[in-house]
């Protein structure tokens, strides 16, 4: 091999297969809807919510729109899901 084409083979492997451990995360999905948060839904009070993980040591996976359940009947209320993650350990 060339000094070229080693190098490159060099960058490639690099990492793989060396005894790493993966790291393992454990998740927590928060359903949001308007009257879990007090009324209307607003960047401020998603914000509180994110610090507050964040100071537990959650950092923000996904934040998906969903028909969340509601308290009354069959049917559900527009909401968020919420996914948060951290290293297990």
Known sequence: MN???ARRYAQLNTGFGHNRSMQRYT??????????I????????LEKLLNDRAAEGWQLKAI??????GRVGPGGVDGLLVTFER???
């Open 3 to 5: 000094g070229t084409r």
């Open 27 to 36: 998740y927590q999905v928060v359903e949001l809807r308007e009257k879990m």
């Open 38 to 45: 007090g009324g209307k839904m607003s960047g401020e009070k």
């Open 64 to 69: 998906t729109g969903a028909e969340v359940k």
């Open 87 to 89: 290293p297990v350990g």
